[in-house]
């Protein structure tokens, strides 16, 4: 159990244009989802939380007019890369927890994204 | 300020040896702690977690590691290293806020 998984695994796409990425957590409710960037050899790096049905919380210095999250519903939660420039290139995982006592998160296999 | 501190950027072991990969926290309260490993190009697999009692716990892939209050630490083990460790692993803390992870310690493994 505890199933995450990302949509798509890879994309390449033209500077300018925007870019979805799907997290979905197949076999649990998640109330909330978490987004990261990961840059090559190096660490996650938190960009936003979104609950379910409210307004995501971004971390300083993230562009959230850039980063659009939205988490529509229990089990979903998109991140749309806006104007994506090669700057943006790199790889996107989502994160999911359930409601419970414990703050354990499931993550999902990661998004690469490249922007030519 | 929550952090977490992974001292080790790369180890080397040889295939067979125990390993230990030290994870060093900072944190207000009773921490949640965690391990994942991450294999070149894909996401995070969770090895283990501490939340309360026991501490020493148990993960897959024949991993452990030991929560430490008075040292601030949570160091993962494996008495027997195989090659298919070779991966970054990252240590991570979290209660009721988003998880903080560490740099990560990147696992390299000799025949």
């Known amino acids: 159990g505890a199933v995450v998984s990302q949509h798509p695994s890879w994309v390449i796409c033209k500077s300018g244009t925007s870019v979805k990425i799907e997290c979905r957590s197949l076999?649990?409710?998640?109330?909330?989802m978490f987004w990261y960037r990961q840059f090559p050899k190096k660490s996650l790096m938190l960009m936003a939380t979104s609950n379910e049905g409210s307004k995501a919380t971004y971390e300083q210095g993230v562009e959230k007019d850039k980063f659009l999250i939205n988490h529509a519903s229990l089990t979903l939660s998109t991140l749309t890369v806006t104007s994506a420039h090669p700057e943006d290139s790199s790889f996107y995982i989502c994160?999911?927890?359930?409601?419970?006592?414990?703050?354990?998160?499931?993550f999902g296999p990661g998004t690469r994204l490249t922007v030519l | 300020a929550q952090s977490v501190t992974q001292p080790d950027i790369h180890i080397t072991v040889s295939e067979g040896a125990s390993l230990e990969l030290r994870c060093n926290y900072s944190?207000?309260?009773?921490?949640?702690l965690f391990w994942y490993v991450q294999s070149p190009g894909q996401g995070l697999q969770l090895l283990l977690k501490y939340f309360s009692g026991d501490t020493l716990v148990q993960g897959i892939k024949g991993f452990e590691a030991e929560f430490k209050r008075s040292q601030s630490s949570f160091n993962l083990r494996k008495p027997s290293v195989h090659w298919s460790d070779a991966a970054e692993y990252f240590c991570?803390?979290?209660?009721?806020?988003?998880?903080?992870f560490g740099k990560g310690t990147r696992l390299s493994v000799i025949a």
């Open positions: 991570a803390v979290g209660r009721n806020t988003p998880l903080v």
């Open positions: 944190y207000g309260a009773t921490p949640y």
């Open positions: 994160s999911a927890k359930t409601s419970g006592v414990y703050n354990e998160q499931f």
């Open positions: 076999d649990f409710q998640a109330t909330t």
